[in-house]
């Protein structure tokens, strides 16, 4: 019975990513504290700070122009990545910093790394590396994240971590 049930709620969760994905994304946009926002997706997960040190470098008055729920679960997503890659001692480093009329935002970790072929396909519909992943999380932050009119990618190397920058419209 317990079985059934762990498999029911795995199930539930790949239909509804699934659903989520196919959805039209629907943003509410407001000018919101990049280091709020930052600081709200970290408070989600739970990091031994004797494992994983976690730096942030963000001016606390910088702001961008977006739909707040929706970027911290990107930023979620992409910190739980991050944690996940890192096998014993590492680091994670998030930045963000003015560039005219965006907000660029770094998220770096020195944990795995991909390969190139990882590499290219992260941000592919149901791509994972992750015995029990959906391959959704990537994909629907990047829906998210060209839904604020902004842009996502990655560089990595296998054995020396991952970079996540995101450009995002900044707000006054």
């Known amino acids: 019975m317990r079985r059934a049930m762990i498999r029911a709620r795995s199930l539930d969760k ?5 659903l989520e994905y ?8 407001r000018p919101a504290r990049c280091a709020a926002v930052i ?7 739970e ?3 004797d494992r994983i040190g976690v730096r942030i470098e963000v001016d606390p008055d910088l702001k961008i122009l977006a739909d707040a729920e929706q970027i911290k679960r990107v930023l979620l997503n992409i910190l739980l990545n991050s944690v996940q890659s890192i096998e014993e001692q590492g680091e994670i480093g998030v930045t963000a910093q003015a560039e005219s009329a965006q907000v660029a935002l770094m998220i770096r970790d020195n944990g795995c790394g991909m390969s190139e072929d990882t590499l290219q396909r992260i941000f592919n519909p149901f791509f ?7 391959g959704l999380g990537l994909a629907i ?14 560089t990595s190397e296998a054995g020396a971590g991952t970079t996540i920058s995101i450009r995002l419209p900044r707000s006054e």
């Open 14 to 18: 790949v239909v509804g990513e699934l």
């Open 47 to 49: 990091i031994d700070p």
């Open 39 to 45: 600081e709200e997706a970290l408070s989600f997960l």
């Open 141 to 154: 932050s990047m829906r998210i994240i060209e839904g604020h009119g902004g842009e996502i990618e990655a």
């Open 128 to 134: 994972s590396t992750k015995e029990k992943g959906t």
């Open 22 to 29: 196919t959805r039209p994304v629907d943003l509410t946009l």
